[in-house]
């Protein structure tokens, strides 16, 4: 069994940062097992890939709307899944969720239905 929660989320000015936490409960695996991802999800648009780290390799990997400002990072002795934003935009503004997955995804496919857990999610608001 897995369960994921979110926190960490906001409201914040352009240009500002937030760090994101997901902490992972596993139960019969060990949370370095799991693959890890960040995705979005604005109002009226679909879900979106943010950034993504294996765990085979700990390679990382992110979208191109977030590639140089966010970075995500994991803490396996902790059971907790980051992401740090750095220069925020209003377009950023979304609910963001944090999803495992025993599979690591294939290159470029960081899609949600790759992911089989999902947390409930925690939103970032980003004003102009």
């Known amino acids: 069994q897995v369960q994921l929660v979110e926190s960490g989320g906001g409201l914040v000015q352009a240009g500002a940062s937030l760090r994101l936490s997901c902490a992972a409960s596993?139960?019969?695996?060990?949370?370095?097992?799991?693959?890890m991802a960040w995705f979005r999800q604005a109002p009226g648009k679909e879900r979106e890939f943010v950034g993504g780290i294996n765990w085979k390799n700990s390679f990382t990997y992110y979208g191109d709307r977030v590639k140089g400002r966010f970075t995500v990072s994991r803490d396996n002795a902790k059971n907790t899944f980051y992401l740090q934003m750095d220069s925020l935009k209003p377009e950023d503004t979304a609910v963001y969720y944090c999803?495992?997955?025993?599979?690591?995804?294939?290159?470029?496919?960081?899609?949600?239905?790759?992911?089989?857990?999902w947390g409930q999610g925690t939103q970032v608001t980003v004003s102009s």
């Open positions: 999803a495992a997955d025993l599979l690591d995804p294939p290159p470029g496919g960081y899609e949600p239905a790759m992911y089989d857990h």
């Open positions: 596993i139960s019969g695996r060990m949370f370095s097992e799991y693959a």
